[in-house]
Structures are given as C-alpha cells and as structure tokens.
C-alpha cells in the first residue's frame, strides 16, 4: 500500500492531474471514478497504472481485477493519499493513468466538429460528449482551448475522448484537413447567417464554434465558412457554447434521419 504522498508515483498522478504540459510529456492522462474507468476498459484504452481504495466497492474491485489482469500496475493507496490524487472533493475511491490515443477517421467522414477558443472545460466536455452522441467522427480543437483530457473536461464528457478522433490543430492543419475530407465548413454566428434549421446538413459537413465571451476567432472566420445562425426570439443575447454546439449537431442529426 502506498502510505505516502511523497512517494514519486503520486506526484507523477498530481502532476497529470493539475498540468496540461505534464499530460502532453507523459501521454497519458487520468481517469477517475468507476464509470470512467468502465468506459475506459469498454474502449479498450490501455491503463498503465492505477490507485484503489481499499473500501472500493465490489463493482470498483472487479474493474482493479480487469486492469491487473491486463498488465497495469495497480495499487492500493491510503485514504489520504486518494485525497491528494484525487481532482474532486470527494474521491471515488479510483483513479487510472491512461495512455492517450487517437482514433482512426473512418474512409468517409461526414460530421465533424471544430472548437474555437472554447476554454471553459464543462462546455468543452459536454461538447464533445454531443459530438459522440450525435454520431459524429471527429472533434477539432483550434488554439485556445483548454485540454481535451483535463479533469473536468473528461467528467463532463463522461468519457466521450474514447469515442471519437479528438484533434489538435493549428488553423493551418484545419484548412488543409477540411480540404482533404471535403468537408463544408458551417460557422456558427450569434446574428449573422441563415437560420441552422433552413441549411442543407445532410452534407459532410463541419461546425465551427466558437467560445460565447469572443465569438469566431478572425482565424476561424478566414476560412470562409458558411455563416449559420440560431434565432432566438427570447431577450437573450446568445446561447453558450455546449448548448449551441449540441443544437446544430442534433439538428444534421434529424435532417439526415428525415432525408
């Protein structure tokens, strides 16, 4: 048992943890929880090592057992060791290092989402997590987004990183990666553009969108996207970005299912 929060191992998952310059070194990341790591060995994602409570429940217990079995150097550790691993106020008794992979893009990709300076980690999370459950293949993160494999971006994603290509790019890798796919690229703007629901989004299509504070970046307006809007007829000026984001997802969802 690991007593210790001194020992390198825990400062290895406290560095993962709170530095995304850490994550990046590494390749890896940390998943935390039983549903997580659930979705995690679903996945097929391979775990290098992890900590346990020892009151982990026998749900939890099984999942130590799988991750073990499959070569990860799993260890229980002292309460107050899970505390200070731990990224919440109330650990759940289980936390993962994962290695960081990327899905491979299907021969045809139609759907497909860019995330523009969208820095806040609920709503990256939730956005991605609507990209998964909308069918999309990939996610694009521009410059200015916070990482797609924080803490709090996994939990609000609850594990959709595992699903679908999560990507890194500079706006020149997102021209040159649009045009490859033949991808149509569709802006998302607060009052410019025609109404998202009258736009033809049975297309291979990808959506653009921004963070609620700035709007579209100059750089993701440079790439001459279709201007597409979300008419609000309520007294409010915008909607944040996961709401958006998810709203037009679901609406190529339900055009693709009618056509």
């Not at 048992?1 to 400062?11: A, F, G, L, T």
């Not at 970005?241 to 009618?258: C, H, I, K, N, Y």
Request: glycine fraction near 8%.
């Amino acid at each position: 048992m690991i007593s210790s929060v001194q020992n390198p191992r825990v400062q290895h998952i406290r560095n993962l943890q709170s530095r995304a310059k850490a994550r990046r070194e590494a390749g890896s990341f940390v998943a935390e929880g039983v549903r997580l790591a659930e979705e995690v060995l679903a996945a097929g994602w391979p775990v290098k090592q992890g900590f346990y409570s020892e009151g982990l429940d026998a749900r939890g217990q099984q999942l130590v057992a799988a991750f073990a079995a499959a070569g990860a150097q799993m260890e229980p550790v002292a309460e107050h060791v899970m505390a200070a691993s731990s990224d919440t106020k109330t650990p759940a008794g289980l936390l993962l290092e994962v290695t960081r992979q990327t899905l491979a893009l299907p021969p045809q990709l139609d759907l497909a989402i860019i995330l523009d300076r969208v820095n806040d980690p609920g709503n990256v999370g939730t956005l991605l997590r609507s990209a998964a459950a909308a069918g999309a293949q990939a996610a694009v993160l521009a410059p200015g987004c916070v990482d797609p494999f924080a803490p709090k971006v996994l939990r609000s994603g609850m594990g959709a990183q595992l699903r679908l290509a999560v990507l890194e790019y500079t706006w020149a890798e997102v021209r040159s990666w649009l045009q490859q796919h033949g991808l149509h690229a569709l802006l998302a703007e607060a009052n410019i553009g025609h109404p998202f629901d009258e736009v033809d989004l049975t297309r291979k299509l990808a959506f653009i969108v921004g963070g609620e504070a700035n709007g579209p970046s100059d750089e993701a307006r440079s790439l001459g996207a279709e201007a597409i809007q979300i008419r609000m007829p309520g007294q409010i000026e915008s909607l944040n970005a996961a709401t958006a984001g998810s709203l037009l997802l679901f609406e190529a969802v339900r055009q693709r299912r009618a056509s």
